[in-house]
């Protein structure tokens, strides 16, 4: 089993920045892939960005150009820079890990960005 932990939500307003992180813990051996998802109320749980560890990266193109995702293999902890936020990137975030054909997640972090 593989727990996820993140932190680093919030209120800000449009423009800002965030950076949220997610703390892998148990058993976190090949874990494949880390990313992150969101969703915002009354629609489904969509992709933002994904970094395996070899390093590939796929981002939503919503998102390019203004998320950044990271990873410290070491610290089994991803981490999403998120700049020029918009209204419509609010939403729960969710981390996400996948560990052979197993994909476990946080609890969310809510993102609120204001006009």
């Known amino acids: 089993q593989v727990q996820l932990v993140e932190s680093g939500g919030g209120l800000v307003q449009a423009g800002g920045s965030l950076r949220l992180s997610c703390a892998a813990s148990?058993?976190?051996?090949?874990?494949?892939?880390m990313g992150w998802y969101r969703q915002a109320p009354g629609k489904q749980r969509d992709l933002v960005a994904i970094?395996?560890?070899?390093?590939?990266?796929n981002y939503a193109d919503s998102v390019k150009g203004r998320f950044t995702i990271s990873r410290d293999n070491a610290k089994n902890t991803v981490y999403l820079q998120m700049n020029s936020l918009k209204p419509e990137d609010t939403a729960v975030y969710y981390c996400?890990?996948?560990?052979?054909?197993?994909?476990?997640w946080g609890q969310g972090t809510q993102v609120t960005v204001s006009s």
């Open positions: 996400n890990a996948r560990q052979f054909i197993n994909d476990y």
């Open positions: 970094i395996s560890n070899a390093g590939n990266i």
């Open positions: 148990g058993s976190t051996f090949n874990i494949n892939r």
